[in-house]
């Protein structure tokens, strides 16, 4: 019955093309399809009466029953409103009404029972609830109780008469007819294994359940079938690729066991060991490998990148390392090439500013395989850079390459795509992780190196600079360096470079004996990068600068990082910010400077960073607060449009919808038998209109 869902929303009792068109262009609703996929984001509980004695200020909207005791208009005569005394018998419940009081003065009546629902407050010493919605209690009112739907409009939606009330109106008409034609879109199998539902029941009681039990069955089934689908498509392009991808077989160590021997530094981290454990495992299994490396900054990724690439170029291969900016991709190639060195193994760095002679030097010295590790920008994507045999690619900050980009690098080698390792510092809960990158295999580096002091994080008022200044001061005394950052966001740029051009001012006056340096995104870039050599060799002790410094410069001798205006970064930011000191054998300070009035999430953000130093702790409270569309890298998958499931809070459903998905293809990987006919045909159809994937077709 694909005709019907596909039915303009127009044709529907009640829409029209009027209204038609403000739902097309206000929340995307254009078929019936759409409108019953339309969610309601809560229910009223309109099942439960309250006392009136119970209530209190915090709560949200509540239904009581009372008579009206009597009523009062009050006020001036152009702000007349009208206040009647509800009584249930346990208290007193003021109504209020401010507009529309003349009309309502003529409508309620003493005496009698009304039904009267609305949201609580405080005004005064008493509550009240002002323009509730209020009825007769009459019988049929009493038994028709339910769990009214509450769907999101917007101030357009509802100027034109399409609140919350028309949209569960228009649900009503059309759910009767809808459900009558939906088909199943899981196996029976999986619906009886993990106890859910019946579509038709599910999409019924999404909208109007009769208890929250209902609700909550009905939530979960869809839920779960939202995911189900998401994790299908990155299992099956996983499964796909290992099947297609032949990988080349890396079995020698001799490097490897020459560098432990002789060179490693220090002892690694289990974390470290097991993540290269996983990665060898998958270089010598016959398949490509395309694994996500993530970890915290400081975790050590560097090491284990440079054991990665010993062992691609053990076996007659070579390695290159994608980084998303110069100044990243200048910090790599100066840490592995500290590695290199003592190996013994050439090794070049590849960016927009390489010079044209020495470009040439290094594109040939690729072709012919002298040159065994290649490190650089995008410029490594161009088509004259040429491998001899390129074995392993290492793509740093994936989110800030597509995954288009991603597999440029692959075509470097026709014959057999090179193994891909994607690093990551940014952590990812795994929940999203397991949604953004389900096509890649994970390892975790879930800890730092041994004896690594943490960093003590503190929030500060503005008013308390005085003593940060001190702290400064003491600190710098003590040999230490400083960043101090501003806020750069592009919308207000102009206002933020003054904000920082006056915070470095106010600091030189400060710190008249002082070097400063001082960085932000309009330089250019021969002095940018001036600047920031001289912080480097400690020959300036305070960095002022705007968040570019939030990637790149690793100079272990600055210990306290100071955040300005604090309140208006994101958690991973401050998170990201933060990670650039700690790095050496001091004591890390960050310190987190605001104004005194900070919203609920900013207070948040800033409680968090003071409480933890854990980037996957941090990624998850942020993931609440900001849920998936905003994090970084999210906006290109694609995957992440969902009409239900909430990535934030549904990890647990996610989880379970992956094992399901699994199961189901390791089972029937090509979805043949009858049972998996709705998946296979799901799948075509999500395909066709590519938008999210359990939609109704
Ligand atoms: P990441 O790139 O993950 O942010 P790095 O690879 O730059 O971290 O490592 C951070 C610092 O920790 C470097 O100075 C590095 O030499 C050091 N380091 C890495 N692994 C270990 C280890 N196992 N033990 C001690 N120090 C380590
Ligand atoms: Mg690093």
Known sequence: MQGFFDTKIEFLKGVGPQKGALLNKELNIFTYGDLIQY???????????????????????????????????????RKRRLIAYLNDGTGELELVWFK?????????????????????????????????????????SLDSGHLQPVYST????????????????????????????????????????????????????????????????????????????VQMRLLKLKLARIDKFKGLIFNTADLLNKFYNEF?????????????KEIYRDMRSGHQMNRLLQGDVGSGKTIVAFICLLIAIGSETQGALMAPTEILAIQHYTGLKEFADKMGLRIAL???????????????????????????????????????KLGLAIVDEQHRFGVAQRSRLWQKNKDVYPHVLVMTATPIPRTLAMTLYGDLDISVIDELPAGRKPIKT???YDSNRLKVNSFIKEQIELGRQVYIVYPLIEESEKLDLKDLMDGYESIARAFPDIPLSIVHGKMKPEAKEFEMNRFIKAE???????TVIEVGVNVPNASVMIIENAERFGLAQLHQLRGRVGRGADQSYCILISGFKLSKEARIRIETMVKTNNGFEIADTDLQLRGPGDLMGTQQSGVLDLLIADLGKDGKILQTARQAAQALLKEDPNLEKPDNIVVKNQIAAMKKTAINWSRIS
């Open 458 to 460: 503190v929030h500060r």
């Open 39 to 77: 969610y309601p984001f809560r229910h009223e509980d309109r099942t439960q009466f309250h006392e009136i004695k119970d209530l209190h200020g915090n709560m949200p909207f509540i239904q009581v029953r009372g008579k009206i005791r009597h009523y009062e208009m009050k006020g001036a005569p």
């Open 100 to 140: 529309g009081a003349e009309w309502m003065l003529k409508k309620i009546q003493p005496g009698v029972e009304y039904i009267v629902f609305g949201k609580p407050t405080v005004f005064g010493s008493k509550l009240n609830v002002a323009h509730p919605e209020i009825e007769l209690a009459t019988q049929q």
């Open 264 to 276: 490693l530094p220090f002892d690694l981290t289990d974390a470290q060991k097991r993540v290269i």
């Open 154 to 229: 917007t101030d357009l939606l509802k100027r034109k008469y399409l609140d919350t009330k028309a949209i569960a109106k228009l649900q009503k008409v059309l759910l009767p007819e809808a459900v009558k034609r939906l088909r199943e879109t899981l196996p029976k199998d999986i619906l009886e294994t993990y106890g859910l539902i019946n579509k038709k029941e599910a999409i019924e009681n999404i909208h109007y359940p009769d208890n929250i039990n209902e609700l909550q069955k009905a939530q979960y089934r869809l839920k779960f079938e939202e995911l189900f689908y």
């Open 540 to 546: 300036t002790k305070i960095m002022v600068a705007t």
């Open 350 to 388: 590849l960016t927009g500013s390489t010079k044209k002679s020495e470009r040439k030097i290094i594109h040939e010295y690729l072709r012919s395989g002298e040159l065994h590790i290649i490190v650089g920008t995008h410029a490594l994507l161009e088509e004259v850079v040429q491998f001899k």
